[in-house]
């Protein structure tokens, strides 16, 4: 059973496409995030979901978008892709109460 | 805003041997959680060990444990009897008590050497 899922795990696609990534969390918690972690390994948050509700919005371009359907799924949509959005992207998800968060097994998107 | 320094990019050990990675912090927060994550070349970030700020007792979980220094803002992270298995990345992260959102550090990237 597989606690934090994203998929796909691999997305290979062309500057100016427009992709999706979505992630689900079986814990119950009530707070998922998206991370993006560069060739350096540099883990930066982007956003924070709530119970559906956005509480971090760090600065990102306008071209990422989360979606969050409900508290166990945060969506995570980028419009027009260029090649820095190169990058795996991390989905965490805690609950209320706590504060370690879980990790998804990450998503690795090229940009060609 | 809070910092996260892990100051040895690289570090390697003798299987079986004993490594101390350091990190150290900056806050004005009294309250807080510190972190240890593992990131082996699978790239799942695994949790290592957490600890407290409020809490003196320096954590430990079977192999791993931690010298947590509040007053010098450090928190290493010590791997007894080193293994294979514990080639991996590993990152240290900060979380305010009243915040929402980790501070990582740039990671220690540590390769056990059989």
């Known amino acids: 059973d597989t606690a934090v899922s994203q998929t796909p795990k691999y997305l290979v696609t062309q500057m100016g496409n427009d992709k999706s990534i979505k992630c689900e969390q079986n814990l119950g918690h009530d707070t998922m995030y998206w991370y993006k972690q560069d060739s350096k390994k540099f883990l930066k948050i982007m956003f924070s979901y709530n119970n559906k509700e956005l509480i971090i919005n760090e600065t990102v371009p306008n071209r990422f978008s989360p979606k969050s359907p409900d508290k166990a799924h945060l969506n995570l949509h980028i419009n027009s892709l260029e090649l820095g959005d190169s990058a795996v992207y991390f989905c965490?998800?805690?609950?209320?109460?706590?504060?370690?968060?879980?990790f998804g097994p990450g998503t690795r998107l090229t940009v060609t | 805003a809070q910092t996260v320094t892990q100051s040895q990019p690289e570090m390697s050990v003798q299987e079986a041997e004993t490594v101390t990675l350091s990190c150290t912090y900056d806050?004005?927060?009294?309250?807080?959680?510190l972190f240890w994550y593992k990131q082996p070349p699978s790239r799942q970030m695994i949790l290592v060990i957490r600890?407290?700020?409020?809490?003196?007792q320096n954590a430990t979980e079977n192999r791993f444990s931690v010298n947590f220094q509040k007053a010098a803002k450090s928190f290493s992270l010590k791997i007894s009897d080193s293994q294979l298995g514990d080639t991996a990345m590993y990152f240290c992260a900060f979380m305010k008590d009243t915040g929402n959102q980790f501070y990582f550090g740039t990671g220690t990237s540590l390769t056990v050497i059989p």
């Open positions: 600890q407290e700020a409020y809490k003196q």
């Open positions: 965490a998800s805690r609950s209320r109460g706590a504060y370690e968060q879980y």
């Open positions: 806050t004005s927060e009294n309250n807080y959680y």
